[in-house]
Structure formats: C-alpha cells, structure tokens
C-alpha cells in the first residue's frame, strides 16, 4: 500500500497512461442513478489532456464535423458506441486505436458527457431501441407526453427535445423533475370569476390572456381579466423515476430522447 501511494505521488498529474500495469484509479460510486462519477469525470480530463487534445483541440471541436463538448458526433450514439471509436479507432481516418482499460474508457466517455466540465454531471447514454420500448412500457410516459403524434398531451411534446437539450439535462428531468422543470412548462391553476378551476401546463402567456393545456389535454385559452385567481406551481406533476427505473434503463431513456430531433 506505502509503495502504491509512492508511486501516485511521482506520476505526472496529465498522465492516466503513466500508471503501472495493473493500477487504476478507482471510479467513486455514482452519486445519482444513470450517472458517471466525479471521480470518472476528473480522471476523463487527465487522460484527454495527455491522449486526446492534440487532434481534438481543447475544446473538442478539433475535428471538422465532430464537437466532443457538445455531443455532435458523426457515427455515434450510445456510450458503447464511443469506447467502440475509441479501442477500434476509425479506420482511414486519422482516429487511431488507444489500448486503453475499461476504467480509463468510462473516464473519457464521462469527460465527454459531462460536457468537458469537470465539476459538471455526465449523464449514462445507453441503447435507443432499449429506451423507447422502456419510455412506451414500464415508463408510461406516453400517458403524458407526445412524440411524432403519438401520445398524450398533458405534458410537453417531445418529438424534437434531444434537438434542445443535453444528455445531463435529460437526465436530471426523470431523476430529478422539479429541479429541470422549465419556467414555460410550471403547473398553473386558475380560478374564474364565475367559480370554474382549471388546472394544466402552461403554453404561452402574454399580458392579457394566458393558454394551458389542460390535465384532459385539451387547449384552454383564457382572459387575465376573467380571472379571479391565478397560480403558477413549482413542483413539477411528472414523477421521479429515480426508484421505478434502474440505472441502466435511465441511460437507455435518455438515449431514446436524445435520438429525437424533430
């Protein structure tokens, strides 16, 4: 163990890839469910200063057609898909092989996801096919939301979401509902002079009138000035999938929204 703890101390800091055969860092358990850990994310960085940073540039825009922080890829979707590019390389491009261990491909995969950030959150990007049967089936969310005309209203459309938001984003809205939820998409409920509740989502709104879906889905527009109550919530009406879906379906959910782009 002392020997161990010798060597740590004399590796360079940029240099996973100086570590002896047989010593890796160890990944810390993941702080939320479908997640990378800190401890993935801050070794990913190492490695990609010391690997990857001359081709891919600092930012990970260094390749015509391919931005790493951003999640534009021109072959790849899942996670596996990116530890595939990285052991196998590219064939006649200049993407060479890197005989890198599974610890070290995690810790790259998740500096990616993370977005480069290194205090940042790496969401798991698992299967898409995985993830659309589970959205449809143990999720329910077809109960709520719409994609490509299919489903339910009373939540937001999500046909073009993985256009507009990040694996992270996508993944802390099913762990973590309230703290994503948009100002645009708060619960309202409103109240009329005439005594009639209503109870939606909020579509649009401008000085005079205000537009909700309602929970039956339907479209309800209404005049301020017939109002004698309204209220905009902050506890978001979607459940957390936090206890209801493992790790691994969380990662192929997110997958699954991330494929759609409109």
């Known amino acids: 163990m002392k020997r161990l703890s010798l060597l740590l101390l004399v590796l360079p800091v940029c240099g996973l890839m100086a570590l002896p055969p047989g010593v890796e860092r160890v990944a810390a358990q993941e702080q939320h469910p479908g997640e990378y850990s800190p401890v993935d994310i801050e070794n990913g960085s190492r490695l990609y200063t010391s690997q990857c940073i001359t081709c891919h540039g600092p930012t990970g825009d260094g390749v015509s ?33 890197f005989a890198f261990s599974p610890t070290e491909q995690n810790g790259v995969v998740a500096y990616i996801r993370a977005g480069f950030e290194v205090g940042g959150r790496a969401a798991k990007v698992g299967d898409t096919k995985r993830g659309k049967q589970v959205f449809e089936t143990k999720g329910g969310c077809t109960g709520c939301h719409r994609v490509e005309g299919n489903g339910a209203r009373k939540g937001p459309d999500l046909t073009d979401i993985g256009a507009m938001r990040s694996a992270t984003m996508l993944q802390q809205s099913l762990t973590e509902p309230t703290g994503a939820l948009l100002p645009i998409n708060r619960p309202v409920r409103a109240v009329t002079k005439a005594g009639k509740t209503m109870t939606g989502r909020r579509l649009n709104e401008d000085t005079y009138t205000v537009q909700i879906i309602d929970e039956s889905g339907r479209l309800q527009s209404l005049l301020k000035a017939d109002l004698k109550e309204f209220q905009v919530q902050t506890a978001s009406p979607m459940p957390s999938f936090r206890d209801t879906l493992t790790a691994d379906e969380i990662a192929d959910v997110v997958a699954y929204l991330l494929s759609l782009k409109g």
């Open 65 to 97: 057609g391919i931005d790493l922080r951003r999640g534009t890829f021109k072959r790849i979707a899942s996670d596996d898909d990116l530890r595939s590019v990285i052991t196998g390389g590219v064939p006649g491009t200049g993407m060479p092989k």
